[in-house]
């Protein structure tokens, strides 16, 4: 009878996927380590918020399971000039809300993400303007050529005008201040799931937009999950337990110390491979007094010799085989491979030497080290964070560690009030632009959107950046982007530690596809 209804509504035009998802019992449980610090679609730049938002919101283009880009509410797009991209638009899109999607909606939604608010800046950093040139057709105009436009447009949600002004919604939520506006609890998009019941750090509960476009015959949806419990368990005991005894069906973070045991149940299953992010060691660099360690009058990290004795503390290979259990690829890139920009020539680790490092610090004026707070969030890394610790004081840097809630952790780092920190970096648009203004640029440039919590500034390494945004020629580009990194890591102003590996864990009877990007879109799930 199933087989039959499915039939029939295949029939009556829906995709097999869409026709799969009407039937009963298609729920999907999800357990991650940290919840969304918001529904706000260009509050805040983090991978746990956009795991939740991007299944209601939608933008121009979408990266597929293939990791390429291909449509979304746009159908097409082309560089019509140097300087200027065209979007045809989708047709007979609407809202969860009812209203219908028009191009005047893109012009609000990316001058949205250009707001002073917003930290999704990286994203239009080079956007001059945006024209809406008829109902369906949107010009986004930028100040140099700019060839990863598509790419950087997979990230900016389109929002409905008319509810956000509305709602008074119409810009960001200021996430540094912890403001708290209509957008932050509530959800308007064009996505394939809407909102049914959400509590903040425990469960958001997502069920299927039966109006979105690409159920129809024809369209991307290639799963049947009718209803998404997006479950926050912090602990990663918890989480692996919830997994084992069937009250969820995928972890989306399985611990380290877990990978093994997982595997060994035949009920399960492990997913595993290298993600496109990378951990590194941030230091506060643009203040003259370290707040809360005992150096007074002066900021050791202002010195190269110092920056250079925390390098070369890292015993990476100890790390990667005792902390993270394999579970990492040790690194001096601030990118992985699976970047445009990325060079065997920039991926060249400074050599663990504990003797070295407590010579500069003795040669730096610190032959007895310092004390100074360390900060690291909860979640996928705070373990690696313990045995950082560890390392940097055998040479002498007594390092104070406090693991925050992401949320806290994430809220500190926006503010600059972390004096030292690791954090890890992925790159969505998978081209090295988008570290290099966000992380590695002086913060006067990356703007709202910065990430630089340290106050890293160079500016040779500023100036490398417009003509990296100007040159059409890849290989020039690429270049460019090589000398750029060269220049960041004899700075050291950062310190890399290892691109991360993201095992997933699943019950028998569903099906995803890992990414090195660490996202999945539900719509893609079948469950069974």
């Known amino acids: 009878m199933a087989g039959a209804a499915v039939a029939a509504l295949v029939a009556g035009g829906l995709s097999a996927a869409a026709a799969e998802a009407q039937q009963p019992g298609r729920v999907l ?37 293939d990791l390429k880009v291909h449509p979304g509410l746009a159908t097409r797009w082309e560089q019509v000039e140097p300087n200027r991209w065209r979007f045809s638009l989708r047709e007979g899109v609407r809202f969860a ?18 707001a002073p608010t917003s930290n999704y ?25 700019d060839p990863v436009i598509p790419d950087k447009m997979t990230r900016v949600m389109i929002m409905d005008r008319g509810w956000s002004e509305a709602n008074r919604a119409t810009v960001p939520q ?45 369209g991307p949806a290639r799963g049947n999950v009718t209803e998404y419990h997006h479950v926050t368990l912090t602990s990663d005991a918890t989480r692996i337990a919830a997994l084992i005894s069937g009250e969820v069906d995928f972890v989306h973070v399985v611990p380290v110390q877990d990978v093994a045991r997982v595997g060994r149940d035949a009920r399960l299953r492990v997913l595993e491979g290298q993600e496109n992010r990378t951990v590194w060691i941030g230091m506060r660099q643009d203040v003259d007094e370290l707040a809360g360690s005992d150096v007074r009058g002066r900021n050791p990290f202002k ?36 970047v445009n920009g990325w060079s065997r020539d920039t991926d060249r680790r400074t050599p663990f030497d504990p003797a070295r490092a407590r010579a500069l610090l003795a040669e730096a004026g610190y032959p007895q080290g310092f004390s100074v707070p360390l900060d690291c969030p909860t979640g996928t890394y705070d373990e690696a964070c313990q045995a950082v610790a560890g390392m940097l ?57 910065t990430w630089n919590a340290g106050g890293y500034s160079n500016a040779d ?28 890591n004899a700075d050291l102003g950062h310190v890399p530690l290892y691109h991360m590996m993201i095992p997933w864990a699943v019950r028998a009877g569903v099906t995803v596809t890992h990414r090195a990007d660490n996202q999945f879109q539900v719509r893609e799930i079948r469950v069974d």
């Open 461 to 488: 390494f500023d100036a490398l950046l417009p003509r990296i945004d100007a040159e059409q020629d890849p290989e020039r580009r690429r270049a460019l982007i090589r000398e750029a990194h060269a220049m960041h």
């Open 174 to 218: 200021n996430f540094a201040r912890q403001e708290e506006t209509f957008s932050v609890r509530n959800a308007n998009g064009t996505g394939p799931y809407v909102i049914r019941a959400r509590e903040q750090e425990q469960r958001t509960v997502m069920v299927r937009n039966p109006n979105w476009w690409g159920w129809q015959a024809g």
């Open 303 to 338: 010195d190269l010799r110092v920056r250079q004795a925390v390098a070369h503390a890292m015993d990476l290979d100890a790390l990667r085989r005792a902390t993270l259990r394999g579970q990492g690829v040790p690194t001096g890139s601030m990118w992985t491979e699976f």
């Open 121 to 145: 800046g990286i994203f239009v950093d080079t956007v001059e303007r945006v024209e809406a040139r008829d109902r369906l057709t949107v010009d986004i105009v930028t100040r140099v050529p």
């Open 97 to 114: 809300g009812g209203e219908s999607f028009e191009a005047d909606d893109v012009v609000f939604s990316i001058q949205r993400a250009l």
């Open 29 to 65: 449980r999800m357990a991650t380590s940290v919840d969304a610090a918001t529904l706000d679609p260009h509050a805040t730049n983090a991978l746990f918020t956009f795991l939740v938002v991007h299944q209601v919101y939608e933008g121009l283009t979408w990266r597929g399971d």
């Open 393 to 449: 004081a055998r040479v002498g840097i007594r390092a104070q560690l406090t693991i925050h809630p992401n949320a806290v952790f994430t809220q500190r780092v926006r503010r600059q009030e972390s004096t030292m920190y690791m954090l890890s970096w992925g790159v969505p648009t998978f081209d090295a632009s988008y570290t290099l203004r966000a992380i590695m640029a002086s913060r006067s440039i990356g703007g709202a959107a």
